[in-house]
């Protein structure tokens, strides 16, 4: 089973940027959709983005509260999926992690792997 590690976490002031990236142990060939998400302190965990690779190309969605600055991508080349955030907010602080997805025909997406370490982001002056 390929396994996938986040990293590019930090702390940034507001108004700043991150990358994050979501790597896989090996070839990601044959995941064909990867979600990003995040739990912050006392909150469940929510899907933030999801990219879904198909014969036309890849798709994406974004959670409301990050549709706008962040931005889901794909590089099939290196077998890793980005998240770049834009204009972070103090309310994007949480434990950030990607696992492959799945999504129904009603757009609900489900998580298929295990979790991983996460990476943590902070945002804060």
């Known amino acids: 089973q390929v396994q996938l590690v986040e990293s590019g976490g930090g702390l940034v002031q507001p108004g700043g940027s991150l990358r994050l990236s979501c790597a896989a142990s090996?070839?990601?060939?044959?995941?064909?959709?990867v979600g990003w998400y995040r739990q912050a302190p006392g909150k469940q965990r929510e899907l933030v983005a999801g990219i879904i690779s198909g014969a036309s190309g890849d798709s994406t969605n974004y959670a409301d509260s990050v549709k706008g600055r962040f931005t889901i991508s794909r590089d099939h080349a290196k077998n890793t999926v980005y998240l770049q955030m834009n204009n972070l907010k103090p309310e994007d602080t949480a434990v950030y992690y990607c696992n492959e997805v799945d999504r129904d025909d009603s757009g609900t997406y489900f998580v298929l792997g295990s979790w991983g370490q996460g990476t943590q982001v902070t945002v804060s002056s």
């Open positions: 090996g070839s990601m060939f044959s995941i064909n959709a």
